[in-house]
């Protein structure tokens, strides 16, 4: 191989196994714009890379520390 390593995508019923997170919650943050998928499928269903799992790891670490979804929002894009 040349050395490029192809990053594995996940859908949403992987992200939602893995993580715990429920399928209501993955849309809220999804519409928020907490999280983005990296790119989509020919049928239009969101992949997302690894990055997804520490990213919802930090939103619900915020969320227990008592920053709403809108809070956790401005303080992420502040932070890119």
């Given at each position: ?28 943050y999804l519409n ?36 709403t979804l809108r ?10």
């Amino acid at each position: 191989g040349n050395g490029v390593k192809m990053m594995k995508l996940f859908r949403t019923g992987e992200i939602i196994r893995a993580s715990g997170l429920s399928r209501q919650m993955l849309y809220n943050y999804l519409n928020l714009g907490l999280l983005s998928e990296s790119s989509k499928t020919d049928a239009g269903h969101m992949l997302f890379d690894e990055t997804i799992f520490s990213r919802i790891h930090k939103i619900r670490d915020m969320q227990t520390r008592g920053y709403t979804l809108r809070e956790i929002s401005r303080k992420l894009m502040m932070s890119h």
